[in-house]
């Protein structure tokens, strides 16, 4: 059965605890990455930010999900994680509260990703940090993205998309 909800029926949290629906993102390309500030995959902040600043003007977004679930690799709190985010990789884009991807407590937007584009072999569960799932404008999930795959191997996709 395909699951008839879009982007536009989830809500995220902001670092300052307060829910914001993902609604607005609707008729917007969106690529939601589950990130940590002391991974092997952080330099990819910076190849996020170039996608964001390159296309964030035709319509695309890019949204983080700062995660403590792989190797405690974010273990800061949210004001910490944007200090670093910004000194070390100048990032703009929105960075949400942290957030569960995977087990009990995973966050109800992470779980209908993870529902709609399963990983290898059909799995749903996140494997580490920096896996990217990409949103069409209609809210949809397009693809999902291994935390190995690089941002600017992505934008053949975001721009078939836009």
């Given at each position: 059965?395909?699951?008839?909800?879009?982007?536009?029926?989830?809500?995220?949290?902001?670092?300052?605890?307060?829910?914001?629906?993902?609604?607005?993102?609707?008729?917007?390309?969106?690529?939601?990455?589950?990130?940590?500030?002391?991974?092997?995959?952080?330099?990819?902040?910076?190849?996020?930010?170039?996608?964001?600043r390159?296309?964030?003007?035709?319509?695309?977004?890019?949204?983080?999900?700062?995660?403590?679930?792989?190797?405690?690799?974010?273990?800061?709190?949210?004001?910490?994680?944007?200090?670093?985010c910004?000194?070390?990789?100048?990032?703009?884009?929105?960075?949400?509260?942290?957030?569960?991807?995977?087990?009990?407590?995973?966050?109800?937007?992470?779980?209908?990703?993870?529902?709609?584009?399963?990983?290898?072999?059909?799995?749903?569960?996140?494997?580490?940090?920096?896996?990217?799932?990409?949103?069409?404008?209609?809210g949809?999930?397009?693809?999902?993205?291994?935390?190995?795959?690089?941002?600017?191997?992505?934008?053949?996709?975001?721009?078939?998309?836009?």
């Amino acid at each position: 059965m395909v699951d008839p909800r879009t982007i536009a029926d989830f809500t995220a949290t902001l670092p300052n605890g307060e829910a914001i629906s993902l609604a607005d993102r609707l008729g917007k390309v969106v690529l939601a990455v589950n990130t940590a500030s002391k991974c092997g995959f952080t330099p990819q902040y910076a190849g996020l930010e170039e996608l964001w600043r390159k296309y964030g003007e035709r319509g695309f977004e890019v949204i983080a999900f700062p995660c403590n679930q792989f190797g405690g690799q974010e273990p800061g709190s949210a004001e910490e994680i944007a200090d670093f985010c910004d000194a070390n990789f100048g990032v703009s884009f929105p960075l949400m509260g942290k957030i569960d991807v995977n087990g009990e407590h995973a966050d109800p937007f992470y779980e209908w990703l993870k529902a709609q584009a399963p990983g290898i072999l059909g799995s749903k569960a996140i494997k580490w940090n920096f896996t990217k799932f990409l949103i069409g404008r209609d809210g949809k999930v397009v693809r999902r993205y291994a935390p190995t795959d690089k941002p600017e191997s992505l934008e053949k996709d975001i721009e078939a998309l836009l």
